[in-house]
């Protein structure tokens, strides 16, 4: 059931800021931040528009977050994110202790969880798979597009 302090509600979220991404030709990756039932931090990858291999989803709703609470610690908090972070994400996602982790889609390539252990803080509660099939979509979809336009040319 979907409720609007639901994990699904709070997955739709992050696509949305997926789908912002997708717009501007970034890889669609979308997270929210979540404390107290409450979306404290919305971001999208933003590598290209700001030239900056470190503008993930993950590490701009993290600054966005800790801002908010005015606290390097997000250990009451929650991240929705639609695509598992990478090793970079995952340490900052360490050093913030953010206290879960829900995650859409694996990625297969380059996620943390190919490394072991896993480089997430020890308390941070993790789970994979919400909406898991609009997360991967999102993704296929936008590199098959971007293989289309390779071959165009």
Known sequence: MLTIHSDAHFMQQALLQADLADQQLEIPVGAVIVCENKIIARAYNQVEQLQDVTAHAEM????????????????????????EPCTMCAGALFWSQMGALVIGARDSKRGFSLLKPAPLHPKTKVSFGMLEADCEAKIKDFFKKMRDKQKER
């Open 60 to 83: 701009l709703a993290i600054t966005a977050a800790q801002n908010y609470l005015s606290s390097k610690y997000l250990d009451q908090c929650t991240m929705y994110l639609t695509l």
